[in-house]
């Protein structure tokens, strides 16, 4: 709307027009009040109804709630009033009327479960609080792009489609692409180490994954955004040197620009920005710290990977970000490389929040004949990789890189308790629609 007033900017003595939605209407007699809102805020429309044309009043009054509506009239200062302004109405336009039996509350004075509210999820939005997430997902999201320009990367997008899984297994959706069996892609991890072996050397994605995982939990999607980096020339402590001043970034940026959208949400006093250096601790360091806490029935030993339980205790026990370092080789992927010095320990990392983990990485297998042993000590047919495979034999730089869940960094910055809150629209087990 071309002439359209967005109702935060509508001052006294001006005659507007403000669009939004109903979000309550105050029947008191002698005058009644409507409320607007818009993506911008609230503001209150005032009938004088023995004052003002009968149609005028019978349209502002009967229009259901969250139906769409334009108001043209003038604006008067008013000290009572939610924002301290209110409009004497000229005019109101019902552009989409809102059936008055709403699935769900978009005010919030009525609770509704998860399930309802992603079933519309249109809805849900109108909310400020939830509308206070995504704008605050949208602010780090830019903050990481940033960042990871101002250390010299390039983003890229790799295909979602491909002929084989990264990891293989049975975390694959399988798809029919012309005829031929494909799958949609796990991770763009063979895609970006192959452009680190480029001339670009280092690059960055945020992107969707898909992991067809029989999860059903509150921290779990079978498709995710995970935000990669990958850098040539670059070894495990460089990179994650990287991932610390990603996510450091992410909290400055919400801190400097998102306080509406953090007190909104109740957390004005209490969102922390992470200043210190991330602790790294070996793997062996981690299980030796779990134990100690006396959380899990089992002792943990050398080569177990880490439970819930366990990383929920570890995390209590560290109290910030941290980095757990050098875990055994046997349970990392092929493609992470092991120290020369020692062949059982992995450059592999993660960086786990108190509550979880958020990033996994290390640093990459850059040889070729050690690469395909480790296809082959997986059960992975390396001919069936040789898109990949084949460029390391002409002159791949050792790099290293990570991958890091974008909802996952949302739901911890933000303490939600489903990750389902930090995506617009979930894919899990039981939900493909909307």
């Not at 979602?160 to 069996?181: C, D, H, R």
Request: glycine share 8%.
């Amino acid at each position: 709307m071309q002439d359209r007033t967005y109702t935060a900017e509508a001052e006294p003595g001006e005659t507007v027009t403000v669009a939004g939605w109903v979000h309550e209407v105050r029947d008191l007699g002698g005058i009644a009040f409507l409320i607007l809102r818009d993506t911008t805020g609230q503001i209150q429309v005032k009938f004088q109804k023995d004052e003002m044309d009968e149609d005028l009043v019978e349209t502002g009054l009967g229009v259901s709630r969250e139906s769409v509506i334009t108001v043209t009239g003038a604006v008067e200062e008013e000290p009572r009033a939610p924002t301290g302004v209110e409009i004497t109405p000229e005019s109101v336009e019902v552009v989409a009327a809102a059936d008055p039996e709403l699935p769900l509350d978009p005010s919030g004075k009525v609770d509704a479960e998860i399930s309802t509210r992603l079933d519309n999820r249109t809805l849900d939005l109108r909310k400020e609080e939830v509308q206070a997430i995504f704008e605050i997902r949208a602010e780090a999201l830019a903050a990481i792009r940033a960042h990871f320009r101002e250390v010299g990367c390039t983003e890229i997008n790799t295909p979602k489609i491909v002929a084989t899984g990264t990891e293989g297994g049975t975390e694959l959706f399988p798809i029919t692409y012309f005829g031929q069996e494909a799958f949609m892609n796990q991770s763009p991890q063979l895609f970006k180490q192959l452009m680190a072996g480029s001339s670009l050397e280092r690059v960055f994605e945020i992107g969707p994954i898909f992991r067809a995982e029989e999860h059903n939990t509150p921290r779990h999607l079978n498709e995710a955004t995970s935000i990669d980096f990958e850098g040539a020339f670059c070894d495990h402590q460089e990179a994650m040197d990287v991932v610390e001043g990603v996510v450091k970034a992410a909290y400055e940026a919400v801190a400097e620009e998102c306080s509406e959208e953090l007190e909104t949400l109740g957390l004005a006093d209490e969102f922390e920005v992470p200043e210190e250096a991330f602790p790294r601790l070996s793997y062996e360091e981690a299980i030796e710290r779990i134990n100690a806490t006396g959380e899990l029935e089992e002792q943990l030993v050398w080569g177990d990977d880490l439970p819930t339980e366990g990383e929920k205790a570890l995390g209590e026990d560290v109290g910030t970000h941290y980095f757990i370092t050098d875990w055994p080789s046997e349970i990392k992927p092929f493609y992470i490389m092991d120290h020369e010095e020692d062949e059982q320990l992995s450059t592999g990392f993660d960086l786990m929040h108190p509550r979880m983990e958020l990033v996994s990485g290390g640093q990459r297998e850059h040889r070729y004949e050690e690469l395909v042993d480790g296809f082959e000590q997986q059960g992975l047919d390396p001919d069936a990789f040789e898109y990949y495979t084949k460029m390391f034999k002409y002159g791949m730089p050792p790099h290293a890189g990570w991958g890091l869940g974008g909802e996952r960094l949302v739901m911890t910055m933000l303490g939600l308790e489903n990750i389902r809150e930090a995506v617009l629209f979930p894919r899990d087990r039981q939900r493909l629609s909307p």
